[in-house]
C-alpha cells in the first residue's frame, strides 16, 4: 500500500466545479488501494480577498487577528471537498489544524511547522478514510491560530509527508509542472522533467511561485522527493529530487522574475572604515532585509555612493530608519520601487564559464540598464527597469536556449 500527500492549490479548488473536478481525482487514487492525505489550499483569489478587507480596516491589523482571518479560507476549501468526497461515496473526514494539532513555532503570519500529532489521522487512515487538511495554517506554544506565509500549503503538504513519512508527495496545481519561466508569461517556456532541489530553491527564492521556497527547503533537508502536476490534465509533470542523475548540458534551466524589490541608493555617503555596518546595523534591528549592495569606488577618498535593494513592503520603513540613523551622513537618498529582479538559475553554471558575461550582453543588447547584480553558484540575479521585464526574460529565454 502506498502512502500518499496530495496538495490541491487555490485555482485546483478555486470553484464549485473545480472541487468535485479534485475530489474525482482523489477518488480515483484512493480507489487503487493507496492511503490518501489530502492537503487544500484556500479557493483562488479568497487569501488576497481577506487580506484587503483587514487593511480597509487597518493597514496595521493586528497579527493575531489576521492569522484568524486567513486561516477562514482554508477552513472553507477543506469542508467543501471533504463535502463532495463523501457525495461521490468516499469516506472522507477533515480536521483543522487545530484539531490535530499541527504545532508551529515564530511569529504570526510567518510561523514554521515544527510537528504534528499523527495518530488520529494514521487511525482514520487505516480505516480505509481520506484525510483532508488545510494548508497554511497551524497552532502555537499558547494556542492560537498561525499562519505560516503566503503560498504555505507546500509547506504544510511537505511537513506531512516528512511527519507521516509518505511515500510520495504530489503537488497539484494549475500548470503542469515547473517550466524554464512562468508559462502563463512567456508562452515559449519549456517544462522540465528533472530539476534538483537546490536549482528549485533558487528558482522559487527569485520569484518562480510554482512552488514556495520553504517548502522546497524542507524537501531538500528532509530529501523528500517531490511532484509538480497539473489538476487539469494527465500529462507528466515535473520531478523534484537530488541533484543526481540530472542532466547539465545547459548552462542555465530557468529564468525567474520578480517585482517585489526596492532600490535605494545613498549619495554622498563619507567613505571610512564602518561606515557600511552603521548602515545596515539598524535595518537589520527593524528586520528588513537588505538583498544586493553595491558600493562605488570613491572618486575623491572621501565620500562614496551605497546602493542596496530590499523588500518593497520595507521601502517606507527603511528610509525612515536611514533617516533617523544619527550615525550616518549623506548628501542625498533616491529611491525606486518601479525595478523588477531577473534571475538566471542552473546548476550547469559551476562547470560552464562565460554565463554571467552572455547575460549582461544580452541585456545590453536590449538596451536594458542594468542597476543591480548579486550571484551566487548557480544564479545570477540583477536589478532592471520594471517596464524592460518581459523584454528580458524572453531575451535571456533564447539566449541561454531555453525555447
Ligand atoms: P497554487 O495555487 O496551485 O499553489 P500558484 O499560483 O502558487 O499555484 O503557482 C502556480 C503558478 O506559478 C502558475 O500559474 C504560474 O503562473 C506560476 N509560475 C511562475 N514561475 C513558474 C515556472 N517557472 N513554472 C511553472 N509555473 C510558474
Ligand atoms: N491560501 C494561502 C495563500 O494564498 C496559502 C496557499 O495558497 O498556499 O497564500
Ligand atoms: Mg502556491
Redesign the pocket.
Known amino acids: 500500500m502506498t502512502k500518499k500527500v496530495l496538495?490541491?492549490?487555490?485555482?485546483?479548488v478555486g470553484s464549485i466545479e473545480r472541487i468535485l473536478h479534485a475530489a474525482n481525482l482523489i477518488k480515483k487514487e484512493h480507489s487503487k488501494g493507496n492511503e490518501i492525505i489530502v492537503v487544500v489550499?484556500a479557493m483562488?483569489g479568497n487569501t488576497n480577498e481577506l487580506i484587503k478587507k483587514s487593511k480597509s480596516i487597518s493597514e496595521k491589523f493586528i497579527k493575531r487577528e489576521l492569522d484568524l482571518l486567513l486561516s477562514t479560507g482554508e477552513q472553507i476549501s477543506t469542508a467543501l471537498i471533504t463535502g463532495a468526497l463523501n457525495e461521490l461515496g468516499v469516506k472522507a473526514k477533515s480536521w483543522m489544524s487545530w484539531q490535530i494539532p499541527i504545532l508551529t513555532e515564530g511569529e504570526h503570519t510567518n510561523a514554521r511547522i515544527i510537528n504534528m500529532s499523527v495518530k488520529k489521522i494514521n487511525k482514520y487512515l487505516s480505516e480505509g478514510g481520506v484525510a483532508i487538511i488545510p494548508g497554511f495554517q497551524g497552532l502555537s506554544s499558547v494556542g492560537d491560530i498561525t499562519t505560516i506565509g503566503r503560498?504555505g500549503?507546500?509547506a504544510t503538504a511537505v511537513a506531512i509527508a516528512k511527519i507521516f513519512n509518505t511515500d510520495s508527495c504530489e503537488?497539484?496545481?494549475?500548470?503542469d509542472?515547473?517550466?524554464?519561466?512562468?508559462?502563463?508569461?512567456i508562452p515559449v517556456?519549456k517544462?522540465?522533467p528533472k530539476i534538483s532541489y537546490d536549482e528549485m530553491l533558487e528558482?522559487s527564492s527569485v520569484?518562480?511561485?510554482?512552488?514556495?521556497s520553504s517548502a522546497v527547503q524542507t524537501a531538500m533537508m528532509y530529501e523528500i522527493p517531490l511532484q509538480?502536476k497539473s489538476?487539469f490534465t494527465n500529462r507528466e509533470g515535473?520531478e523534484i529530487f537530488n541533484q543526481e542523475n540530472i542532466d547539465y548540458s545547459k548552462a542555465v534551466t530557468?529564468?525567474?522574475y520578480s517585482k517585489d524589490d526596492a532600490k535605494i541608493t545613498l549619495i554622498g555617503v563619507q567613505d571610512k572604515p564602518g561606515v557600511a555596518a552603521d548602515i545596515f546595523e539598524p535595518l537589520d534591528k527593524n528586520q528588513i532585509n537588505v538583498d544586493m549592495v553595491i558600493q562605488n569606488i570613491s572618486p575623491d577618498g572621501k565620500t562614496t555612493d551605497i546602493t542596496f535593494t530590499i523588500k518593497r513592503n520595507d521601502l517606507k520603513k527603511t528610509i525612515e530608519t536611514l533617516n533617523l540613523n544619527k550615525k550616518i551622513k549623506f548628501k542625498n537618498l533616491n529611491h525606486n520601487d518601479k525595478v523588477s529582479k531577473i534571475s538566471v538559475v542552473g546548476a550547469g553554471m559551476v562547470t560552464t564559464p562565460g554565463v554571467t558575461f552572455k547575460m549582461f550582453r544580452a541585456l545590453a543588447d536590449e538596451n536594458i540598464n542594468i542597476l543591480a547584480i548579486s550571484t551566487s553558484e548557480i544564479k545570477i540575479s540583477v536589478i532592471i527597469d520594471e517596464t524592460k521585464t518581459l523584454e528580458a526574460i524572453k531575451k535571456l529565454h533564447s539566449i541561454f536556449k531555453l525555447n
Not at 509542472?177 to 508569461?185: E, I, L, Q
Open positions: 496538495k490541491f492549490g487555490g485555482t485546483s489550499s483562488s503560498g500549503s507546500d503537488i497539484y496545481t494549475d500548470v509542472g515547473v517550466y524554464s519561466s512562468d508559462p502563463n508569461k517556456a517544462k522540465i528558482l520569484g518562480a511561485k510554482v512552488m514556495q509538480v489538476t515535473t530557468g529564468v525567474a
